[in-house]
């Protein structure tokens, strides 16, 4: 009699079927089990270091930029550096935070987080069955590094286990000086390598900025939404990646 196959963990149960057999493959790799995901998009709806650019923006605070600007013409800039270019776009998000008191940032970034409502419970109990399974679960995110670090725990990551823009911080003053790599594309797998030392067993992602992380990991799943199609899902149909909808 061929053996019953042991049913998924309850925390996997939410997941395409291609996307539990991803995470089941990753968790059965010998030696140091390393996770990389993405956040926006991933690990919640949404973007949370762009809600954080635009509370900013409409209160006046980002020290760059002209107090004449309304919120609605940065945002409009700021998505125009993304479409011409991804990494440089997220990059000056970051940057139009020069001048900022880190202290204040941090202070700030913790009320945002306790505010955010876009948390996925699936992917916080996937993170936690991962975790309790021996694996290493990383942040590698394009918004900036206060937010990242202080959204973490919410989604049950070490805040230490993050990876994400940032500037250079001189006499307790964030500065004009970005940290590389952008945290984007080929910059995620220079930043996985250089800070975690290995290649992720696994990776996810929902956007094209995830897709050389994805390239690196031994398995992978695409994240993407039933109301919407991107270019990530797309391509990883093509290669026949794993997908898994929200």
Known sequence: ?????????????????????????FLAMPGRRVACLDADGTLWAEDVGE?????????????????????????????????ADRAAGYAWAVLNMAGLVEADVVGLCRQHAAAWPNYRPEMRALIGGMRESGAEVWIVSASNRWVVEAVAPRI???PRCTIAMAT?????RLTDRLVP???????????????????PGLAAGDGMGDFEMMQLAAFRFAVGRHDRSTELVRKSRELGWPVHLF
């Open 1 to 25: 009699m061929a053996p019953v196959p042991s049913p998924a963990p309850e925390w996997l149960a939410p997941f395409s079927v291609e996307a539990r057999d991803a995470v089941s493959g």
């Open 51 to 83: 809600a954080f650019l635009r509370w900013l923006a409409e209160g006046r605070m980002l020290p760059p930029v002209d107090r004449s600007r309304g919120s609605d013409e940065v945002w409009a800039e700021y998505e125009a550096r993304v479409h």
């Open 156 to 158: 049950g990551v070490d």
């Open 168 to 172: 250079e911080v001189r006499d307790g």
């Open 181 to 199: 790599p952008p945290i984007c594309g080929a910059g995620k797998v220079q930043a996985i390598l250089d800070r975690i030392g290995c290649a």
